[in-house]
């Protein structure tokens, strides 16, 4: 028998995927106030010998774990000492949302975690030097809720913004703590959103996924436009994992944005969850496989499926005019390399760029969860390069 290989990366559940995924998700947040190490060890402790299929298990410990945070911050706050009770605050919001993610169907429960998760994060924003907004944007049958992070470094007197999406299982409050406070220090200001299908928008609003994206960002840029703070002309697009899909479908359909990030490549997503399905969901998957009925609003695989058609860049990426940067771990177990090729080859923009990050460099996994630090240092020094540096 053929022995066993080490993956070439970190993996703190060797033998769970998902769940590896969602912890080393927690600890590469921790350069942005997202974790700490002995909280995280915490949780850990409390899985040890849990069978990687008990999802309960896992909601328990991030649970306790937030609570026990919560409750330093509460401690905190009341003495006075807001600096410390925000950064607990933070802390805890990222523990309740990463609790949350493997709950399906989102029973009471689990929306009281998540609810716990935004409340926490709304403290954060109160008691830290952050000036964040939390807004609302405009959009079809309501709007979708977001945070506007005023720049920390004015460079001018209106600033070149950024527009955060997420992804299939992320979350505005998770996104905050992946490098928004970097991109402020270099005065960009940021719209960090939970677009259809994710975070407060399908959990409170039943706004579910759908392929024209475009609607969700171009109401963003309908909203930005509207400010006074903000140079129109300098709006830029990131979003990850499945984002990879919305940030450059919008901005292939919406020629005012100025640059776009695909952090993570995708290309056909119907062809993505076929493979899926008929391996009966025994692949790398960062969420349980029933999680895309939940976001599709449908009840059955076979609709998911069908819903997924549209869900395919081939004829869109074509379309794109703005300066576009793809970025994709080598070693990513969810979504290929050759997908990444596909989505870079038929991108129509004149000033491209696809950086693949290696297993001997690091940044090999999806998203680069396994170091963070250095994506987010290329992605905003490429982001600055387009968007900031011409202005001087």
């Known amino acids: ?104 169907p989102k029973d009471k429960k689990a929306l009281d975690v998540y609810q716990r998760g935004i409340d926490a994060f709304h403290q954060f924003i109160k008691l830290s030097d952050y000036e964040i907004e939390i807004v609302e944007i405009p959009f079809v049958d309501g709007s979708l809720p977001g945070y506007f992070v005023h720049p920390q470094k004015k460079i001018a007197e209106k600033s070149p913004c950024v527009v955060y999406f997420d992804g299939l299982d992320v979350t505005k409050e998770i996104q905050f703590m992946r490098g928004v406070p970097d991109l402020i220090k270099r005065g960009f200001s940021v719209l960090v959103m939970d677009g259809p299908g994710t975070g407060e928008a399908i959990r409170f609003r039943n706004h579910y996924l759908r392929h024209d994206y475009e609607v969700a960002g171009s109401a963003c840029l309908d909203y ?129 760029t696809l950086r693949v990050y290696t297993a001997e460099e690091g940044g090999s996994q999806h998203c680069q969860r396994d170091y963070l630090t250095l994506v987010v240092a290329d992605m905003w020094n490429w982001f600055e390069d387009r968007l900031i540096k011409n202005l001087k």
Not at 20 to 45: C, D, Q, R, T, W
Not at 322 to 336: M, N, T
């Open 224 to 352: 930005l436009e509207t400010r006074k703070d903000v140079d129109p002309k300098r709006i830029g697009i990131v979003a990850i994992s499945l984002g990879g899909y919305y940030a450059p479908r919008c901005a292939a359909m919406d020629h005012r944005w100025a640059a776009c990030i695909a952090w993570g490549a995708q290309w056909d997503y119907y062809e993505t969850w076929k493979k899926r399905i008929d391996a009966q969901f025994k692949l790398s998957l960062s969420v349980p496989g029933h999680h895309i009925n939940w976001i599709l609003g449908v009840d059955t695989l076979d609709q998911a499926l069908e819903t997924l058609k549209p869900f395919n860049l081939d004829g869109v990426m074509q379309k794109m005019e703005c300066p576009f940067l793809l970025v994709h771990g080598a070693e990513d177990e969810q979504i290929p390399l050759s997908d990444a090729q596909k989505q870079y080859d038929a991108c129509g923009s004149k000033d491209k």
């Open 1 to 104: 028998m053929a022995e066993k290989k080490d993956p070439p990366y970190f993996m703190y559940f060797p033998d769970n995927y998902r769940w590896s995924a969602a912890f080393i998700n927690m600890l590469s947040a921790a350069p942005y106030g997202g974790s700490e190490i002995g909280e995280l060890h915490k949780i850990g402790v409390k899985l040890k010998g849990k069978a990687g299929d008990d999802d309960e298990a896992w909601f328990n410990a991030c649970t306790e774990v937030a609570d026990g945070v919560s409750e330093y911050a509460d401690r905190w706050a009341k003495e006075g000492n807001n600096t410390s009770a925000a950064h607990a605050y933070q802390r805890a919001a990222n523990y309740y949302h990463m609790a949350e993610r493997f709950r399906t």
